[in-house]
């Protein structure tokens, strides 16, 4: 019985593996929908999220047969609960790429981005996409050294999102309100993006060590 269960527990993990791969692979085509005003891309993308979608269901119902029928202890209940965690996560990942898409859609054919801050997106849009793998990588290696240099591509993130606000805040400003609101939105869709990937790797580490690192100490040595 133990061991389906391990198995079962070493499924779930695939799963969550897996969703945060195709999370990665959203966010990598609503980047290029963006800067490329690429109607088909931001198609794509839209319509693979139910993927995402039900990935995210079919993890979450395993994790709670998990919960419900084997009654898990000590670092397994860890492992399972972090798990639900993990999914909410990874869905909230899959959903900001799917943002980013609409706004690439809402705005064809023009470009939704000024050329100004395209530099500043790809940018955003790479480092997004490298924490995703990064995350994927945690999950199905479990190696808490690895999840722990995590952090510092985020810290990439939140320098780019600042910088980004200098443009937007610069009496130089041309393109008007909504051309600002919408560079607005997209700064904080990839911001909280990578957020969400610096939590599933803290959350590994939680899994395997039984301690949760403060952000700030989740920098590679």
């Not at 609409?102 to 997004?128: D, S, T």
Request: hydrophobic letters at 45%.
């Amino acid at each position: 019985m133990r061991t389906a269960y391990h198995e079962q527990l070493a499924d779930l993990n695939e799963q969550l593996a897996d969703m945060c791969k195709l999370a990665g692979v959203a966010m990598e085509r609503a980047t290029q929908a963006l800067l490329q005003a690429d109607l088909e891309l931001a198609e794509q993308v839209i319509s693979d999220h139910e993927k995402i979608s039900a990935m995210s269901a079919r993890a979450e119902e395993t994790a709670f047969v998990l919960l419900a029928l084997q009654a898990p202890v000590a670092g397994d209940l860890r492992t399972i609960v972090s798990s639900l965690q993990i999914v909410a996560d990874v869905d909230r990942m899959g959903a900001l790429a799917l943002h980013v898409a609409k706004i690439a859609r809402r705005r064809h054919p023009q470009h939704a981005l000024p050329e100004e801050v395209n530099g500043y997106f790809a940018e955003m849009g790479r480092v997004a996409v490298e924490l995703g793998n990064s995350a994927e990588q945690a999950l199905r290696t479990r190696d808490p050294e690895r999840a722990a240099q995590i952090r510092d591509d985020d810290d990439a993130m939140d320098d780019l999102h600042r910088h980004l606000f200098t443009v937007l805040m610069d009496r130089e400003w041309k393109h008007g309100v909504a051309a600002a609101v919408d560079v607005t939105l997209l700064g904080r869709f990839y911001e909280r993006f990578a957020d969400h990937a610096v939590e599933v790797a803290r959350r590994v580490i939680f899994q395997v060590t039984g301690e949760f690192p403060e952000p700030e100490t989740m920098h590679a040595h």
